[in-house]
């Protein structure tokens, strides 16, 4: 709960404004940047080629993993977060590729990847709903659009699809995978990847997770890696310490809209894994 702050006071509102300020500048930019996401028809049937070269790119280097005991949960919680986005004009897909680095990126057209470390590392659901509901983010508002909008398509998938020409042969597997991960072709802003991690706690909530996932899977990856961060292609990464108090603030703020989610970690078990491996599945237009 946010402290009972006065505004009998001047400088006590004026102080409360200091902590909020943030806060409510990223949550206007959000509102403004979803209100118009969604690009012409021409453009959408572009990204969904894009997206779509660069699952063939992964594919051709053995880098998806078609079979797995998390993909039963990943798409359990992967179609809440999807319904929780509301209406949209992508087809989502979640799929698993090799890579011991716990990461995640979402591509064009509305395929969002994750990698076995990743799954590997959550410590429960709403972690994992979080980390979805970042990438989800980032496609609801536009970001990727609007990346793609400001580069030349043609030079970014021929700069990915180089990445892959060394990478023959299984054993080299996890580091097309590992290169896809880190490769910088979207390269998010700052100001987009605080509004995707405020957004993102907010998919996850109206899905029915723990908003303080994100908090969680952020202090989980600071006490492992350091304060290098999730998503390291990012353009001007924010630090890992910064995106925690930037979420606990944001989630704090709204006491009516997330004040019945305990902010303490109780399920540390891992995600649920089926006995037998699950199949990869993929939903199209």
């Not at 004026?14 to 206007?28: D, G, K």
């Not at 993909?71 to 087809?91: C, D, N, S, T």
């Not at 998919?203 to 006490?223: E, H, I, Q």
Request: proline share 5%; aromatic share 8%.
């Amino acid at each position: 709960m946010m402290p009972r702050d006065t505004l009998a006071s001047p400088d006590l509102g004026r102080s409360r404004w200091s902590r909020l300020a943030p806060v409510c500048a990223v949550a206007m930019w959000v509102a403004a940047v979803a209100a118009a996401s969604a690009p012409a028809p021409a453009d959408q049937a572009q990204e969904r080629q894009d997206g779509q070269q660069i699952f063939s790119a992964l594919q051709s280097q053995g880098a998806i993993v078609t079979q797995s005991p998390y993909y039963a949960v990943l798409r359990e919680v992967g179609e809440k977060i999807e319904q929780a986005a509301g209406p949209h004009w992508f087809v989502m897909n979640f799929i698993i590729i090799h890579g011991n680095q716990p990461n995640a990126f979402s591509a064009p057209g509305g395929n969002v990847y994750v990698t076995e470390g990743l799954l590997r590392t959550v410590d429960n659901k709403d972690e994992l709903a979080n980390v979805l509901g970042h990438e989800t983010a980032h496609l609801i508002l536009g970001h990727i659009t609007e990346r793609l909008m400001q580069s030349q398509r043609v030079t970014v998938l021929q700069r990915l699809n180089r990445l892959f020409v060394h990478n023959t042969g299984s054993q080299n597997t996890i580091v097309a995978a590992n290169a896809a991960i880190n490769y910088s072709f979207l390269n998010f802003t700052r100001q987009q990847e605080y509004a995707a991690d405020q957004e993102g706690a907010s998919l996850a909530a109206k899905a029915g997770f723990n908003p303080w996932g994100t908090v969680w899977f952020f202090r989980n990856l600071a006490s492992t890696y350091g304060d290098a961060g999730f998503e390291q292609y990012v353009q001007q990464h924010p630090s890992t310490n910064d995106r925690i108090a930037r979420v606990s603030a944001a989630i704090r703020a709204q006491p009516a809209r997330y004040g019945r989610w305990p902010q303490a970690l109780r399920v540390t078990t891992g995600l649920p894994r089926t006995s037998a491996a699950d199949t990869l599945t993929l939903n199209h237009p």
